[in-house]
Every structure is written in structure tokens, then in C-alpha cells.
């Protein structure tokens, strides 16, 4: 028996829409779904897209980052319009080959791999600064042009960091790695609450990050580091929930895996029950069927791992 081989299979936010009015029998397949519909549709969508992502299981939303520290800067805005941070498959480092003085823009640079025009990029000057400006042009596979002039001197073996997009405000940070340019190795940073962090008498002190403390707010998350950083060659990887893009077209794709396509359409469809006045049985066998669904990917989506349990001896009597 032959397989298809494809493994693609996606409903558009239309079809999900479609299939959710089906459900709960607003419409007859001749009928095709009204304006107001599929704008109620997209509305109810996206508020359970939002509602979703606040669920702590979605393991296919978890990303990896790359914050660029600034010694002595005590916290950072994450968001698209934030301050310099990027997904770690977009971030690329490299060296400088040569020293280049203040006023050029020409840079050698060990490999201009993964670089592209427009990329934001950060060129160390000195252990405590780092010149950003965009590439104008990748020349070579070693040398690009600044949009910019430097305006100071660059050491030959200089850390050169580039990126194309800073990175979505984070719902929640997982955890945090610190680690150093050309040094291979991370040290995992502590998470502070907000008391702990506020009630630190010395929040400029710099050395390394050895804790930290998020807060997501609702334009910028702000990041919270302590100590700040000493050197522009310290960055900080963390792992963190991405939000779930909107519906913003009927034509678009939901930001979620295959299996939880149906999942979602059963949960959409006991939203727009409500609304529409669903048949009391029928939207009673939508719930049960939709609770069902929900339950076992529930279940699916989990993180794989060991679990470890020890006493805790912490203020136990000598």
C-alpha cells in the first residue's frame, strides 16, 4: 500500500473558523460564512491564541536568545523595539583581522558568514564599548561596509556580533546561561524574585551576571541582571516563551503544530456556541469532545526528562 510521503497538512485560520461554525451548526456546507462571521471568527481566535499562550506547556513556543550586555547597564527591554537582543539562530559572531582606525567603515573581518545587508552589527572598540551600526554591503567572505564610520579605534582580533531582528517580548524567561565570546563555556544564572532584586543595596556593581529578574510588563519586558556585566564580550543565552503571532488575515496559519489543529477548532467552536446560541445538546457533545481533545495533546505536549527527588534538609535540627 502506498503512503503519500507529506506530512504538511495545515487548516487556515478560514478553514478553522469554517469547520468550528460546522460544529456547532450554524451553517450548511452550501452556506458560505458571512463577513461578521469570519470577523467574529478571527476575533474569538485570536483571543484563544492569547488565552493559550499562557498555558505553561506549549514546548514548541520555547525559543533560545542572546542578550548583548552593557557594563554597568542594570536592565534591558526585550521586545522588537527593545534593546539589542536576538534569536541564537540569528546571531553571528566573528573577529576582526586587522586593526582599523577611527573614521572607516571598510571592516576585515574573519568570515562574513550568515551576514547579510541591513544586519545590525557590533564591533568592540574597547572591553567596555561596543560601536553599533548596519551593514551597507558583505564585499567579501571577508570584509563588510558599514552604514556608518567608526568612531574610534578597532585592535586587530576584535569580537565583531551581528544580528538581522531583535527578538519578540518574551511571556516568561525559563532560564539563563552567561557566557563569554571565544570561551567555551556557559554558567547557568540564577532567578531572583522581585523583592530579592529591588532589595539589593548595590545594583550597579559590575563583575558578571550571576542572577537575574524578569518582568514581562506589556510593551517591553524588562530584564533585570545582577552584577552587570564588566566586558562587551559578555552575553547572556536564555530560553524563553514566545507569544503566539495574531490573526490578522483568514488567509493566514495558526502559529501551532499539527496536532493541535483539532484541539483548537473544538475550542473555538465552543466559543462561537456561546455567542451564536448553539443547540443546548449539541453544544454540550462540542464541549465534551473539545475537553477531550484538549486533555490528551495536553498530555502529548510535555517536555521530555528525568524527574529527581531528595530530602530537604534545610533547618533540620543537629
Known amino acids: ?20 461554525f460546522d460544529l456547532i451548526g450554524v451553517r450548511s456546507n452550501e452556506q ?8 467574529d471568527g478571527i476575533r474569538h481566535l485570536n483571543l484563544l491564541l ?5 498555558k505553561d ?3 514548541w513556543m520555547k525559543r533560545e536568545g542572546v542578550i548583548f550586555l552593557n557594563p554597568g547597564t542594570e536592565s534591558y527591554n526585550l521586545s522588537t523595539t527593545g534593546d539589542r537582543a536576538c534569536y541564537i539562530d540569528d546571531f553571528v559572531s566573528t573577529t576582526t583581522t586587522s586593526a582599523i ?4 567603515a571598510v571592516i576585515p573581518v574573519s568570515s562574513s558568514s550568515g551576514m547579510a545587508v541591513g544586519d545590525q552589527v557590533g564591533i568592540k572598540v574597547s572591553a567596555t564599548s561596543r560601536v553599533w551600526s548596519t551593514i551597507l554591503t558583505v564585499d567579501s567572505s571577508t570584509q563588510i561596509t558599514l552604514n556608518d564610520n567608526l568612531t574610534a579605534n578597532v585592535s586587530s582580533g576584535a569580537s565583531v556580533f551581528t544580528f538581522t531582528d531583535k527578538i519578540d517580548r518574551p511571556m516568561r524567561v525559563l532560564s539563563v546561561r552567561r557566557t563569554t565570546f571565544n570561551v567555551d563555556s556557559t554558567i547557568p544564572v540564577l532567578v531572583w524574585s522581585r523583592q530579592q532584586y529591588f532589595d539589593q543595596v548595590n545594583k550597579e556593581s559590575q563583575g558578571t551576571v550571576i542572577s537575574y529578574y524578569y518582568s514581562p510588563q506589556l ?23 514566545k507569544q503566539l ?7 493566514q496559519t495558526l502559529e501551532i503544530p499539527q496536532e493541535w489543529q483539532e484541539a483548537i477548532v473544538y475550542a473555538l467552536a465552543a466559543r462561537l456556541g456561546i455567542t451564536y446560541g448553539c443547540d443546548a445538546e449539541q453544544y ?14 495536553e498530555e502529548w505536549d510535555q517536555e521530555q526528562g528525568n524527574l529527581f527527588i531528595q530530602p530537604n534538609y534545610m533547618g533540620q535540627q543537629q
Open 219 to 241: 510593551t517591553n519586558g524588562k530584564f533585570y541582571v545582577w552584577q552587570t556585566a564588566s566586558n562587551v564580550d559578555q552575553f547572556l543565552k536564555v530560553t524563553f516563551y
Open 245 to 251: 503571532d495574531d490573526i490578522t488575515d483568514q488567509s
Open 57 to 59: 506547556l506549549h514546548i
Open 32 to 39: 458560505p460564512i458571512q463577513a461578521n462571521e469570519t470577523a
Open 50 to 54: 492569547k488565552t493559550l499562550s499562557a
Open 284 to 297: 454540550n457533545r462540542v464541549i465534551s469532545a473539545g475537553g477531550t481533545l484538549m486533555e490528551q495533546i
Open 1 to 20: 500500500m502506498a503512503i503519500s510521503g507529506i506530512s504538511t497538512f495545515e487548516l487556515t485560520a478560514s478553514q478553522v473558523i469554517s469547520e468550528a
Open 101 to 104: 582606525s577611527s573614521g572607516v
